[in-house]
């Protein structure tokens, strides 16, 4: 757990994204991230430096390929621990969002989590339904500014995204792939969740 001092002076999703890489990779592992922790307890960054720093931080412990791979991973466990920390913000331990019909259930989430992401800093986050899935889509997202996710894409986030389905949905797996990513010139970050689950 981060320290009291700490936690007061970064923001609730960074301190998940930071549980999330202490899970994953382990105590051992994480010496660069502990060194990095220690500054932000002086020195609070915004969203759109600290995930830069993090995926830097990553590829530099487990190199290009593999630092991507272990972001997904974070992903899930940051959300995992939000949940676990920060339910009551999320509302969804309320017997209204629970009772409700699985689809409806997945896309009043999403919109939840959503506002908190922009809540956070990550830009401007929208959410839409369609036919066979739902599309996210992120104006501005600070994971790949200016480089930082060297063509490996959102990953972060997209685990962040993978960690809420695969919860809200009982522990069944629904696909999640970044389409466009605006490190590649799209201007946007766009991601299409799959509705129907991975048996």
């Not at 830069?52 to 593999?66: N, T």
Request: glycine share 12%; with cysteine; net charge negative.
């Amino acid at each position: 757990m981060i320290d009291g001092v700490l936690s007061i002076h970064i923001s609730d999703l960074q301190n998940c994204f930071i549980q999330g890489s202490i899970d994953v990779l382990g105590e051992c592992a994480c010496q660069p991230l502990h060194q990095w922790m220690g500054e932000l307890a002086h020195h609070p960054v915004p969203m759109s430096l600290f995930l830069p720093r993090l995926r830097e931080i990553l590829s530099h412990a487990c190199g290009e390929m593999g630092g991507a791979g272990a972001a997904v991973a974070i992903g899930r466990e940051a959300f995992s621990w939000a949940v676990r920390n920060l339910g009551d913000n999320l509302e969804y331990d309320s017997v209204e969002f629970r009772m409700q019909p699985a689809q409806r259930r997945c896309s009043q989430g999403l919109e939840s989590l959503c506002q908190m992401l922009e809540s956070e800093g990550m830009g401007r986050v929208r959410v839409c339904e369609s036919g066979n899935g739902w599309q996210v889509e992120f104006e501005d997202c600070p994971e790949c500014r200016d480089g930082a996710a060297m063509n490996q894409g959102c990953r972060l986030v997209e685990g962040l995204i993978h960690g809420y389905m695969q919860w809200v949905d009982g522990g069944r797996f629904h696909p999640v792939h970044e389409t466009r990513c605006r490190e590649k010139s799209s201007g946007t970050c766009f991601f299409q969740i799959d509705k129907t689950a991975v048996e």
